[in-house]
């Protein structure tokens, strides 16, 4: 099953690409950084939810800053600034960051 992520992802991401990520993301945050995100990258069900903007926020900025660090993967880093920019644009927007 895929999920369809709102502002600006244009492909579908496969729940297993999202667990992998979560992974990484768990790997180079600090885990209280890591706690305040990991309920939206380890939800095991594919039911949509929705990302309130001020959450959104805080969301961007984790995900940046797992990308930008030195252990993450380029690949997988380079899936966080794609996510963390479509997070962004659901807050400038003001608008939920939607998970389908």
Same mark, same amino acid.
């Given at each position: 099953?895929?999920?369809?992520?709102?502002?600006?992802?244009?492909?579908?991401?496969?729940?297993?690409?999202?667990?992998?990520?979560? @992974?990484?993301? #768990?790997?180079?945050?600090? %885990? *209280? =950084?890591? $706690?305040?995100?990991?309920?939206?990258? &380890?939800?095991?069900?594919?039911?949509?939810?929705?990302?309130?903007?001020?959450?959104?926020? @805080?969301?961007? #900025?984790?995900?940046?800053? %797992? *990308? =930008?660090? $030195?252990?993450?993967?380029?690949?997988? &880093?380079?899936?966080?600034?794609?996510?963390?920019?479509?997070?962004?644009?659901?807050?400038?927007?003001?608008?939920?960051?939607?998970?389908?």
């Amino acid at each position: 099953m895929g999920r369809s992520i709102s502002h600006g992802i244009h492909n579908t991401r496969s729940a297993t690409t999202i667990h992998n990520l979560a @992974r990484h993301l #768990a790997h180079v945050l600090p %885990a *209280a =950084e890591w $706690r305040a995100i990991e309920h939206v990258f &380890g939800k095991r069900s594919g039911d949509p939810f929705q990302v309130p903007p001020a959450e959104a926020r @805080r969301i961007a #900025a984790a995900l940046w800053t %797992a *990308a =930008e660090h $030195r252990k993450m993967p380029a690949d997988w &880093g380079a899936l966080a600034r794609e996510l963390a920019a479509s997070a962004r644009r659901a807050v400038n927007a003001g608008q939920p960051w939607e998970w389908r």
